[in-house]
Antibody, heavy 118, light 108 residues
Framework: QVQLVESGGGLVKPGGSLRLSCAAS????????MNWIRQAPGKGLEWVAR????????YYADSVKGRFTISRDNARKSLFLQMNSLRVEDTAVYYC???????????WGQGTRVTVSS | SYVLTQSPSVSVAPGETARISCGGD??????VHWYQQRPGQAPVLVIY???SRPSGIPERFSGSNSGNTATLTITRVEAGDEADYYC???????????FGSGTKVTVL
């Protein structure tokens, strides 16, 4: 069955960095567009970043552009999110999600929690 | 950027029908997807591309999209349907994804 397992979350000070990982299994990772989506405490879902097959095209939400970098390793079936210059408002649960053919998010991980606080 | 508008909450008695709306400019031209998120859990896709149901989702869940409003309908509501529901579209202009603010469904 499809599994997405995020890791790498934790507590970091403002201005710090963190690298999230997402291990995929149960589907053809190299043929799938992948995304990061986050949810601040008590808030709604916010799309963060998207990476095409082969990493040829990448999109970022305006709120993270220039600070976050999405990448993938198809051989290791892994998705990454390098987060630099972290702000208090980046505090959230971060989900990785597979994108289906009709631009829906058909599979989600369980999420990893990132807390940015001094 | 494209904006999706959802009402904050809907209350419904067990066995009745819940209708959750998602408003957007000419939203009928876009494919709308819906997610259910129970407390403490990851979101689950319940309707994709306006009105299609993924395998494993009960027939009680249905969707429609017309004009400036997409609607998720849950018939014969059960206690287990109590959750937050989010609509989502792809904004072709920006290449970004957009979520609605979410609707909390409370089963009385």
């Amino acid at each position: 069955q499809v599994q997405l397992v995020e890791s790498g979350g934790g507590l970091v000070k403002p201005g710090g960095s963190l690298r999230l990982s997402c291990a995929a299994s149960g589907f053809s990772f190299s043929d799938s567009y992948m995304n990061w989506i986050r949810q601040a405490p008590g808030k709604g879902l916010e799309w963060v970043a998207r990476i095409y097959i082969g990493a040829s095209t990448i999109y970022y939400a305006d709120s993270v552009k220039g600070r976050f970098t999405i990448s993938r390793d198809n051989a290791r079936k892994s998705l990454f999110l390098q987060m630099n210059s972290l702000r208090v408002e980046d505090t959230a649960v971060y989900y990785c999600a597979r994108e289906g053919e009709l631009r829906q998010f058909d599979y989600w991980g369980q999420g990893t929690r990132v807390t940015v606080s001094s | 950027s494209y904006v999706l508008t959802q009402s904050p909450s809907v209350s419904v008695a067990p066995g009745e029908t819940a209708r959750i709306s998602c408003g957007g400019d000419n939203i009928e031209s876009k494919g709308v997807h819906w997610y259910q998120q129970r407390p403490g859990q990851a979101p689950v896709l319940v309707i994709y591309y306006d009105d299609s149901r993924p395998s494993g989702i009960p027939e009680r869940f249905s969707g429609s999209n017309s004009g400036n409003t997409a609607t998720l309908t849950i018939t014969r509501v059960e206690a287990g349907d109590e959750a937050d529901y989010y609509c989502q579209v792809w904004d072709s202009y920006s290449g970004h994804y957009v979520f609605g603010s979410g609707t909390k469904v409370t089963v009385l």
